[in-house]
């Protein structure tokens, strides 16, 4: 396990902006998640690249983004297809790997490799343990890790394998809305036609359909492109996310906090692509989405306290 030093737990400023002790013992355990997987993916020959906001801080600040509260990693298609299947029998039994391929209730286009299944609520004691283990930190957390598909090369193709993933993507979205325009049969119906796929309408719809979508975004050989890309991204955001392929063809190793770790040696595109030209100045200090990710956590573990108090009353 990686070793991190009692200092990097305690509250401290960063940037003009205040990362509390819960955030420092969650980074740890992210980073100890971090750690894990690199071992894993480097056993078996598989290359991971730190992305999005952590390729950023890596970069930037030779760690976490002060206001940032999660880890990204990216890895291309095919391997993550087998990385998912090597974590979940390698990592520790209390460790979990969750993506709609792993577990039918996964409704998330990528994966989650976290470090318990479960938050401790304070009712286990296997929980306590892990709890103990972890720097004494109850919190579900870990890092989301992101395919990579190749994108056509030809502007027509990609115009028409983009449209459908957005299609695709927008039905496993929304099921719901769809189902209840009356649409959500005839939009279906047209995808099935067009990809050859036929998906069950059962309990786990919403899974089927994230498939799907991933089946189109599997569409491009590598010989056909010469980018690629986070396939929601293109459905998601109006600016163009595409990566140069060659950017990843070597790979550099950069600090980040106590650790080591590897990013593309394109960096500065892909940091450009996704941020602008001018990601290495910092905007005004401010939270990143949903931040801290643990408030819905700490929320649950308060009402069982409180719960369990007004139990001993009555």
């Known amino acids: 396990m990686l070793s991190i030093p009692e200092e990097f737990y305690k509250a401290e400023v960063r940037n003009d902006f205040y990362i509390p002790e819960p955030m420092k013992k969650a980074w740890a355990i992210q980073m100890t998640m971090l750690d894990l997987t690199l071992g894993i993916a480097k056993k078996h020959g598989i290359q991971l690249w730190m992305d999005y906001g952590s390729l950023l801080g890596t970069v930037r600040h030779r760690g976490y983004i002060p206001w940032d509260d999660d880890i990204d990693i990216c890895v291309m298609r095919e391997d993550y297809m087998k990385l998912i299947e090597i974590l979940k029998d390698e990592l520790p039994d209390y460790c979990n790997v969750y993506s709609f391929y792993t577990d039918e209730k996964c409704l998330q286009p990528k994966g989650f490799v976290s470090n318990r299944h479960v938050i401790d609520i304070g009712i286990s004691e296997d929980e306590a343990k892990l709890t ?60 099935e036609g067009i990809t050859g796929k036929k998906i069950k309408r059962d309990e786990h719809l919403q899974n089927s359909l994230w ?50 770790v590897p990013v593309p040696e394109g960096y500065d595109g892909v940091l450009s692509t996704c941020y602008s030209a001018n990601y290495m100045t910092p905007r005004r200090a401010k939270a990143a989405h949903g931040y801290p990710f643990y408030a819905e956590q700490d929320r649950k573990i308060l009402l069982h306290n409180y719960l369990g108090k007004m139990k001993d009353v009555f």
Not at 152 to 160: C, E, L, R, V
Not at 172 to 177: E, G, I, R, S, W
Not at 248 to 254: A, H
Request: glycine content about 2%.
């Open 132 to 191: 103990a283990m972890y720097h004494n930190c109850p919190y579900v957390t870990g890092l989301d890790l992101y395919p990579l598909d190749y994108v056509p090369q030809d502007s027509q193709q990609w115009d028409y394998v983009r449209n459908l993933y957005s299609a695709a993507y927008s039905l496993a979205m929304n099921p719901d809305q769809y189902i209840a325009s009356g649409e959500f049969e005839d939009y279906l119906t047209q995808i």
């Open 211 to 260: 498939k799907l979508a991933d089946s189109i975004a599997m569409m491009t050989k590598r010989s056909e492109s010469r980018h690629i890309l986070w396939y929601p991204d293109s459905a998601m955001r109006k600016n163009d996310m595409r990566r140069k392929l060659s950017w990843y063809s070597n790979t550099l190793t950069m600090p980040f906090e106590m650790m080591e």
